[in-house]
T-cell receptor, first 113, second 112 residues
Framework: QKEVEQDPGPLSVPEGAIVSLNCTYSNSAFQYFMWYRQYSRKGPELLMYTYSSGNKEDGRFTAQVDKSSKYISLFIRDSQPSDSATYLCAMGLTQGGSEKLVFGKGTKLTVNP | DAGVTQSPTHLIKTRGQQVTLRCSPISGHKSVSWYQQVLGQGPQFIFQYYEKEERGRGNFPDRFSARQFPNYSSELNVNALLLGDSALYLC???????????FGAGSRLTVL
């Protein structure tokens, strides 16, 4: 079983739709949870960061973490064509002075005008 | 403010050659990490350096090595290149005590 599972899609939605992206993980030692957005041929860009169960909202984006189910989600409201990108979930771990992120495969999202 | 800068942007090598990739972190960031992103996959952790010391290493062969310099910039070296080393190599930096990684645009390596 992979440490982090993410449905790669692709996912195609009309402009204005609500988008739901999800990841599951198996390692209960993960301490913090992130969502990155990656445009084609660019580096990942941090969207959301949280370290506790519950919801965190930032504009049109809401990150949800359920540690008991080992499940995280990202919701995008009123999706725009500019949201078209690959969305990567990442789980963070600090261990013996080392800090690393374990990423999902990424979900490719297309928002159609 | 300059973000994380990486060079070269693109490069093509042949099997068996060696490559050096360079990274300059955000000013004030002392921790640098390297990730490999194969097409269609998420980034995979290779190394973390902090204050010039290796703090963590992912599941990569000894052909991969890195170092960090006194100005906190970093180099990733890959020897005896294989076709499977073709990927986007991402450098990321972090402020001390913070968990958030800021990534550069990456160096795209093609091995023929």
């Amino acid at each position: 079983q992979k440490e982090v599972e993410q449905d790669p899609g692709p996912l195609s939605v009309p402009e204005g739709a609500i988008v739901s992206l999800n990841c599951t993980y198996s390692n209960s030692a993960f301490q913090y949870f992130m969502w990155y957005r990656q445009y084609s041929r660019k580096g990942p860009e941090l969207l959301m960061y949280t370290y506790s169960s519950g919801n965190k909202e930032d504009g049109r984006f809401t990150a949800q973490v359920d540690k008991s189910s080992k499940y995280i989600s990202l919701f995008i409201r009123d999706s725009q064509p500019s949201d078209s990108a690959t969305y990567l979930c990442a789980m963070g771990l600090t261990q013996g002075g080392s800090e690393k992120l374990v990423f999902g495969k990424g979900t490719k999202l297309t928002v159609n005008p | 403010d300059a973000g994380v800068t990486q060079s070269p942007t693109h490069l093509i090598k042949t099997r068996g050659q060696q490559v050096t990739l360079r990274c300059s972190p955000i000013s004030g960031h002392k921790s640098v990490s390297w990730y490999q992103q194969v097409l269609g996959q998420g980034p995979q952790f290779i190394f973390q350096y902090y204050e010039k010391e290796e703090r963590g290493r992912g599941n990569f062969p000894d052909r991969f090595s890195a170092r960090q310099f006194p100005n906190y910039s970093s180099e990733l070296n890959v020897n005896a290149l294989l076709l499977g080393d073709s990927a986007l190599y991402l450098c990321a930096s972090r402020l001390s005590g913070a968990n958030v990684l800021t990534f550069g645009a990456g160096s795209r390596l093609t091995v023929l």
